[in-house]
């Protein structure tokens, strides 16, 4: 059986999920949960096999609480993603955290038991379709460096001193890391890249 903990904060959302699952024998949802505090509680409290998140944002919240589960535990939980659409950059972050499967309110009910069953067999189920286009933007070396620059507040003129370059080939450089990432500013860039990975 399954020890199974739904973590969402739209109750609604939660109790939907609480719907599809309570007649299934191998699943066994010990609680529901709408806030940090009361999941902080649950891992300490709960050898939790099973966690469902709904409305997945990959906010640094969720995403901790992703990190204990996966890290502290003997036997690492299993962790399922359902949300109401479909979106690339969400998708991109649950599965470059380690998230197990990202499903949507479309699946049936039988498809989702069956999906997190699979997941609890040790699958990871994604839609190919999106991890398609979900993929990691690849960043040169220099450009890496140059992102980490800009992630401790340096402007284009101290960028340019601490490589010894000009100012406009740093502005060349961040106008490509911009494209890439899919970025309209500087900020939003940096945002991107801990997201996903790219910068820690």
């Known amino acids: 059986m399954y020890n ?87 998708i991109h972050v649950a599965h470059s955290h380690g998230i197990d499967a990202f499903i949507t309110y479309e699946s049936t009910p039988r498809e989702l038991l069956e999906t997190l069953i699979q997941v609890m067999k040790g699958k990871m189920i994604y839609p190919s379709s999106l991890m398609n286009q979900a993929h990691t933007p690849v960043l040169t070396p220099k450009e890496k460096e140059i992102l980490l620059q800009i992630a401790e507040g340096k402007t284009n003129k101290e960028i340019s001193n601490e490589f010894f370059v000009s100012k406009r080939t740093i502005e060349h450089h961040i106008s490509s890391i911009l494209s890439k990432m899919n970025s309209k500013t500087r900020v939003q860039a940096v945002v991107t890249a801990l997201q996903q990975g790219i910068l820690y």
Not at 19 to 35: D, F, I
Not at 58 to 75: F, R
Request: charged share 15%.
């Open 4 to 90: 199974t903990v739904v973590f969402g904060k739209r109750a609604l959302f939660n109790q939907l999920i609480i719907n599809y699952l309570q007649n299934e024998s191998s699943v066994l949802v010990t609680e529901t949960v709408a806030n940090l505090e009361a999941m902080y509680e649950a891992i300490n409290c709960k050898q939790i096999s099973l966690l469902v998140m709904t409305e997945f944002e990959g906010t640094w919240c969720e995403l901790n609480v992703v990190s204990i589960l996966k890290k502290n535990q003997e036997n690492p939980a299993k962790i399922a993603v359902i949300n109401s659409s479909m979106n690339v950059s969400s």
